[in-house]
């Protein structure tokens, strides 16, 4: 099946400071990729769909320019937290399609605000 | 607006049938999924189901769709110890598109 990476894994960073969070597809072509966020023993919620080579389109509560997402090539987008707080501390999943395929999901990243 | 619900968790004994249910809101939904999470784990697609289909079976796994009560249930024969993570049902519109995830049921599996 289509493989979907991420990168890192786990990452701890200070509060102030900015995070960037990789999602590769390394067996497909992603024409779009979402960014989910996910809390402790909750469910996934999306935070954006970006399409390769345009602006994401943020959910509804979602700081955009504190969540930036590039999508600039059809296999990498990245997810940059911006001047982190405690608060962001979350697990970060991102997912993959071509075209109408299916979503498929990468590992997630753990990300720790100190 | 678009709701899922699960129950939050369920124990069953190694060797039984594990159940597990999910209730939606929007009739218009075309694609129902179930996803299973390992700790620390992206989402596994474990199978899906098409809004006009009924029942779909596919080794241990077996998905009912009782669409009049917008009700789905996930059934997972001889239940091993691997079978252990949190179940996600998931909904969306159209295939890869915008996706509405329940809870997620935690299923404990003792030997």
């Known amino acids: 099946g289509a493989v979907v990476s991420q990168h890192p894994s786990w990452v701890i960073c200070k509060s102030g400071t900015s995070v960037k969070i990789e999602c590769r597809s390394l067996d497909f072509q992603a024409t779009t990729m979402f960014w989910y966020r996910q809390f402790p023993k909750q469910s996934l919620m999306l935070m954006a769909t970006?399409?390769?080579?345009?602006?994401?389109?943020?959910e509804q509560g979602v700081e955009k320019d504190k969540f930036l997402i590039n999508h600039a090539s059809l296999t990498l987008s990245t997810l940059t937290v911006t001047s982190a707080h405690p608060e962001d501390s979350s697990f970060y999943i991102c997912?993959?399609?071509?075209?109408?395929?299916?979503?498929?999901f990468g590992p997630g990243t753990r990300l720790t605000v100190t | 607006g678009e709701d899922v619900e699960q129950s939050l968790f369920l124990s069953v004994r190694e060797g039984d049938s594990s159940v597990i249910n999910c209730t939606y809101t929007d009739s218009s939904s075309t694609y129902l999924y179930w996803y299973k999470q390992e700790p620390g784990a992206g989402l596994q697609l474990l199978t899906y189901?098409?809004?006009?289909?009924d029942m779909k079976q596919d080794q241990r796994l077996t998905v009912l769709l009782n669409k009049k009560d917008k009700h789905l249930s996930l059934r997972i024969a001889d239940t091993q110890t691997g079978d252990s993570a949190i179940y996600f049902c998931a909904e969306s519109l159209n295939q890869g598109g915008k996706l509405i995830f329940g809870q997620g049921t935690e299923l404990s599996v003792k030997p």
């Open positions: 970006s399409n390769e080579g345009s602006k994401a389109t943020y």
């Open positions: 189901i098409f809004s006009n289909m």
């Open positions: 997912s993959a399609r071509y075209r109408d395929s299916q979503q498929y």
